[in-house]
């Protein structure tokens, strides 16, 4: 008997199979944040507007909201901004999220509320991430913006409340978020003027904490947001400079396409050193440390900078087909006939024997070992080793020698 739950999982693997696993994380914990700080939201739903406006200080709203509210709204907030970053496969995004979902797990099964049900969920997606930890392999100046962006309001919000909640413990008394403002910046700033004085330990304790807090944030914000810029100008020196001389039995593939990309990955599974050249302004995913080139890789002098006359293979995997004709010309005029081998892939079918006249040493037909496999499985005919790799790399038959 066939299982009704057959279908419909198997849609929902499909359906799953089209979202990348970082777009899922990243929904995932904007939805843990929202849950998070949902009891806040609703608090401030359940009473009406005329209720707010009766207040006379910001102190009786921390009273009716809770000043223990204030990090459940943060961390929720916050979560939902880093997803962001998530979805740009950030690795900074990645570990802010981890350092966010732990305090948000552990305020969920520690806290009064006791939500245990958040904080099980909140574990799950703790794993999750860990489990796809190599998915967020990117330095990205955005999501580091968007670190430096979170950081900085969350302590701003943290320092502006707790002024106001402590604000008679300060000489003069604090009464209002304009002049609460003022000393946050002051203290967060560590400029300290010393018009506004903490008389409490209570109020010299939390003025320390912003001091801290505020030297700690101001310098991982800059290290987020620097650390990409400078890193990546880094590392296209040390390319330059050095790169070149380093690789030696290596493959080159040129081109940014779905399959450049694939070919990429299984190579490297396999322990090749790979070297890809990609035109500037080509939109490109390959992972961070890929030892990649921007330039016109039909030009001898980017093979050459690429290693060409010390490469095993050149695959020219373009989705065009006349600049791959292009690039195994210029591979074969910087190395020659006995240089590296080259492999021309053949998008259309009708430009293959156009592709053959540069004399590639293979030739690389997905569209026609397609059409063949399907017709031959169609019709029965026996399929083996030899049959599909001729059929792979297009290779044409044997010509008979003239009498």
Excluded at 157 to 181: M, Q, R, S, V
Excluded at 204 to 213: E, Q
Excluded at 238 to 261: E, Y
């Amino acid at each position: 008997m066939p299982n009704p739950l057959t279908g419909p999982a198997r849609r929902l693997r499909r359906l799953l199979a089209l979202i990348p696993p970082n777009w899922c994380l990243a929904i995932l914990v904007a939805l843990d944040g929202y849950a998070f700080m949902h009891p806040v939201l609703r608090e401030v739903r359940a009473r009406e507007y005329s209720f707010w406006l009766a207040l006379d200080n910001w102190r009786d709203v921390m009273q009716v909201v809770g000043l223990l509210e204030i990090p459940r709204l943060v961390l929720g907030v916050g979560l939902q901004v880093i997803a962001l970053g998530l979805i740009l496969k950030a690795r900074i995004a990645w570990a802010f999220s981890l350092v966010l979902l732990i305090g948000v797990g552990t305020f969920a099964i520690l806290g009064e509320s006791g939500r245990a049900g958040l904080g099980i969920y909140t574990l799950v997606l703790v794993i999750a991430l860990i489990a796809y930890w190599r998915r967020f392999d990117r330095a990205s100046v955005t999501a580091g913006s968007l670190f430096a962006l979170v950081s900085m309001l969350s302590l701003l919000i943290y320092a502006i409340f707790g002024t106001l909640y402590l604000g008679e413990e300060f000489n003069p008394p604090i009464k209002d978020a304009a002049t609460a403002l003022y000393f946050s910046i002051v203290s967060m700033s560590t400029v300290g003027y010393g018009d506004i004085t903490p008389h409490s330990n209570a109020a010299r304790l939390f003025t320390a904490s912003i001091i801290i807090l505020g030297i700690t944030v101001f310098a991982t914000s800059i290290s987020a947001i620097a650390g990409p810029v400078i890193g990546g100008n880094l590392k296209r020196l040390v390319k330059g400079r050095f790169s070149n001389a380093m690789r030696k039995n290596h493959i080159i593939i040129a081109g940014a396409t779905p399959l450049a990309l694939s070919v990429y990955d299984g190579l490297r599974r396999r322990g090749d050193e790979v070297t890809v050249i990609v035109p500037p302004g080509v939109p490109q995913e390959y992972p961070a440390a890929t030892d990649l080139i921007e330039g016109d890789p039909s030009s001898v002098e980017v093979l050459r900078s690429a290693g060409v006359t010390r490469a095993r293979y050149v695959l020219a995997l373009r989705a065009d087909d006349a600049e791959n004709a292009f690039i195994v010309l210029a591979a074969k005029e910087a190395c020659g006939e006995q240089g590296a081998k080259t492999v021309a892939l053949v998008n259309t079918s009708k430009h293959l024997e156009k592709i053959r006249r540069v004399q590639p040493d293979l030739v690389f037909s997905v569209q026609l070992l397609g059409a063949e496999l399907l017709a031959r499985t169609i019709n029965g005919e026996p399929l083996d080793s030899q049959s599909i790799t001729d059929l792979f790399f297009a290779k044409a038959a044997p010509q008979a020698k003239a009498g």
